[in-house]
């Protein structure tokens, strides 16, 4: 018998070898024989990413509190959806993280230097949002990077962070909006 099974969409295996195969190794849930990544390279770089999106979410969250000025509350406003959002990606990759059958490392001793990002108070409204700005684009930076080394080794991933690299951008964005506003002279 045949190794693979012509179909109108190219080749898939045979499925009784589909069948034993999925079977072979059931408590791996979803890391199957197809998985091509190094599952532990992978790992590594996801509980970076978490710790990365740990210090912004406790960056963004300081800096709703202590926005202050004639502009703070809207800038408020966008620091605690940024705030939101980068615990939406937090809790995204420690999915995935256990998908792959890993442990997200939550572990607050090592934090910031797990992170890729610093954690950057800053001490008036336009330092906060420079201090943001700055670590969004550390965050497209390192998520450019871990999309182009999974390719297609791990398709799944890689969608993961493809959608987080999207919000990434939108924030470096709407913060470079919000700095030229804030202060003309660092437009462009």
Request: proline letters at 3%; aromatic letters at 6%.
């Amino acid at each position: 018998m045949s190794k693979t099974t012509p179909t109108t969409n190219g080749f898939l295996s045979d499925i009784k070898e589909l069948r034993l195969r999925a079977r072979k190794h059931i408590k791996q849930g979803s890391v199957t024989e197809g998985y091509k990544a190094q599952r532990d390279v992978v790992l590594r770089l996801l509980n970076e990413a978490l710790a990365t999106e740990i210090v912004c979410v406790l960056r963004y969250k300081r800096h709703y509190y202590m926005a202050q000025g004639i502009h703070a509350e809207p800038v408020a406003q966008e620091f605690l959806e940024h705030t939101n959002e980068e615990q939406a990606h937090a809790d995204q990759i420690a999915a995935r993280i256990t998908q792959l059958q890993g442990e997200p490392n939550f572990n607050p001793e090592g934090l910031t230097t797990r992170s890729h990002s610093e954690y950057k108070e800053g001490d008036s409204l336009i330092s906060m949002v420079e201090e943001d700005l700055v670590a969004e684009r550390i965050a497209i930076e390192s998520y450019s990077e871990m999309i182009r080394y999974l390719g297609e080794n791990d398709p799944t991933t890689r969608r993961m962070l493809e959608g987080i690299l999207a919000s990434e951008e939108e924030h470096a964005d709407d913060l470079a909006k919000i700095l030229t506003t804030l202060d003309p002279t660092k437009a462009g």
